[in-house]
């Protein structure tokens, strides 16, 4: 079988659901498990997987969904909790105060708290966390989750303290080969992760500084009254000043510090800044912004988790004191990957499946404590003391989060097992590289010296795929050596480019969209969400792409491994 044919059938299961998520517009509940069927048929009969290995890999995305339902559920219930005990209440008043537009709203809630969220704790997080609470101060559901996506972009490389790169681009690579050609060119591993690193910060900050201004962009053209760009447009000061205040501090960071923390400190200074500014009203246009009233909302924006915060019990409370439950996620999450015992600790009560069915490497585990998950459950208790709850007002948020996480997990239950099929395919008896390996070794050996502008794109495909920018890294960045090595350009840049297309393919990862989605009733149109995230996301593989062409061509950027072979 050839190579394009094989990388074509390789393809197909992200075809399929690209045709009817956002070409027939179906409902992830039905595409989903068709593209899981055709992806277990072709990994058994092209690939010759071992029926074994396809359920072993099934049963190893269930593991993982289990997880990803943990974060979720966490996510609800805070929101449901802050619900019944006033807190949203409180908030919505507070935003009003610093502004009531709805622009600065997103930008301020969106982005700058969602990438400090991302920098905690990332693996969607921030979009299950952003979603809802914007939903809560008054935001059609479509826009929500929208919002909340495009925030998996510019902070994600560095999510999780680094994770993307500690771990994905440290397992992904043969770092003992490579440390070895880099000592004999009188350099280090140390140096060479810290070139990658320092590239990442930056090409992310040249290209991620105006996505507050696409997400105020999409939010007036698809979602005003009058369906403009103009409105976007004249937040556009402000925008770019709140890009500036994440993306300084974040390159920064990563140039001097490292991969642990630009996102969190970027997110935490952009939030002293950008908040303070808009209370202040430095930069904020004269006009002030609102949707529509939400009796105008067509039913495609409306999700079936509603804030009907009139008939609920109000109690007195403070701006600080109704946000005091997230301020405590995100400083639980810092400290529990920070300080090393608390993680430790905290991963000691872990189920684990090694090995599952016998096959090697296919394994799972699930850390209800040390998940998002768990610090989100924990807050929730805590804010049943802080907040003064009743018993009762804490039942009632269980119940609604546990009906919306019902429909979120079907879709889950067929999406995560199609991932790991794919990233575990290249164990078989034809002897073929895994599926994702295959598709982006034919496209790189059919564009030769342009390479460097569509390897964001193959770091977006991995990420497409998986969901996350950590697997895509795991998966291609050996990958994304090789061809620069082959090609006789900077290694370092392409697989710092490689990161940073993974991190914009996680607007477009199907479980994020559903993830998201559940968090707000949205599920079934999460199709409607990919078309409109698939053109931020071009744009982010795009400019990431010719920044790359232009650092190796024209600037002539190189590592201590150019041209070695």
């Not at 189920?351 to 989100?376: C, H, N, R, S, T």
């Amino acid at each position: 079988m050839s190579n394009g044919l094989l990388a074509f059938l390789a393809f197909s299961p992200i075809l399929l659901a690209a045709i009817l998520l956002i070409g027939l517009r179906w409902p992830a509940r039905r595409a989903m498990p068709l593209v899981y069927l055709l992806t277990a048929g072709i990994a058994l009969f092209v690939w010759d997987m071992s029926l074994n290995r396809v359920l072993a890999s099934t049963l190893q995305g269930l593991v993982i969904t289990g997880g990803v339902l943990w974060i979720i559920f966490g996510a609800i219930l805070l929101l449901n909790t802050l619900k019944h005990s006033g807190g949203i209440t409180a908030i919505r008043a507070g935003f009003a105060t610093i502004s009531p537009d709805r622009r600065i709203q997103a930008i301020i809630i969106a982005w700058l708290f969602g990438c400090f969220i991302e920098g905690a704790s990332g693996f969607g997080t921030p979009a299950a966390i952003a979603a809802p609470l914007l939903v809560a101060l008054g935001f059609p559901a479509l826009a929500a989750v929208i919002l909340g996506m495009l925030v998996q972009s510019t902070p994600v490389s560095f999510g999780a303290v680094g994770t993307p790169i500690l771990v994905g681009i440290n397992t992904g690579l043969d770092t003992a080969s490579i440390g070895a050609q880099l000592v004999a060119q009188g350099s280090s591993w140390e140096a060479f992760l810290h070139q990658i690193t320092s590239q990442v910060a930056i090409i992310h900050a040249t290209v991620g500084t105006v996505m507050p201004l696409i997400m105020v962009l999409m939010l007036t053209r698809f979602f005003g009254r009058e369906k403009s760009w103009k409105a976007g447009i004249e937040v556009l000061p402000f925008a770019l000043f709140a890009g500036l205040a994440f993306t300084l501090p974040y390159a920064a960071t990563g140039v001097f510090l490292g991969p642990e923390f630009p996102s969190l400190l970027g997110g935490l200074v952009g939030l002293a800044i950008v908040t303070t500014a808009a209370h202040f009203g430095f930069l904020v246009p004269k006009r002030t912004w609102d949707f529509a009233p939400a009796s105008e909302w067509p039913n495609e924006w409306l999700g079936s988790v509603e804030m009907k915060l009139d008939s609920l019990t109000v109690r007195p409370m403070s701006t600080l004191r109704a946000w005091l439950p997230y301020v405590l996620v995100g400083a639980l999450l810092v400290v529990s990957r920070v300080f090393p015992e608390v993680g430790t600790a905290l991963k000691s009560v872990v189920m684990v499946f090694p090995d599952i069915l016998g096959e090697a490497g296919v394994k799972a585990d699930f850390m209800p404590l040390y998940l998002p998950g768990g610090i989100l459950v924990a807050v929730v208790a805590a804010t049943f003391f802080l907040h003064g709850m009743k018993v009762r007002e804490l039942a009632s948020a269980v119940k609604e989060s546990t009906s919306v996480l019902l429909g979120a997990g079907f879709v889950l239950l067929f999406t995560v097992p199609m991932v790991r099929i794919l990233i575990n395919s290249g164990v078989n008896t034809a002897d073929l590289a895994s599926m994702p390996i295959t598709m982006a070794r034919y496209v790189a050996d059919s564009v030769g010296g342009v390479y460097p502008l569509l390897a964001p794109s193959v770091g977006a495909l991995g990420a497409f795929i998986a969901g996350s920018n950590t697997v895509s890294n795991m998966m291609l960045s050996q990958f994304q050596f090789g061809v620069a090595q082959n090609l006789g350009i900077s290694a370092a840049l392409i697989v710092a480019v490689q990161a940073i297309g993974a991190a914009a393919g996680n607007m477009v990862a199907i479980h994020n969209v559903v993830a998201a989605s559940a968090t707000v009733g949205l599920l079934g149109r999460e199709g409607t969400t990919l078309r409109k995230t698939v053109w931020p996301t071009l744009y982010y593989i795009l400019f990431t792409g010719l920044i790359a062409l232009l650092a190796i061509y024209t600037l002539g950027i190189s590592d201590p491994l150019t041209g070695a072979n």
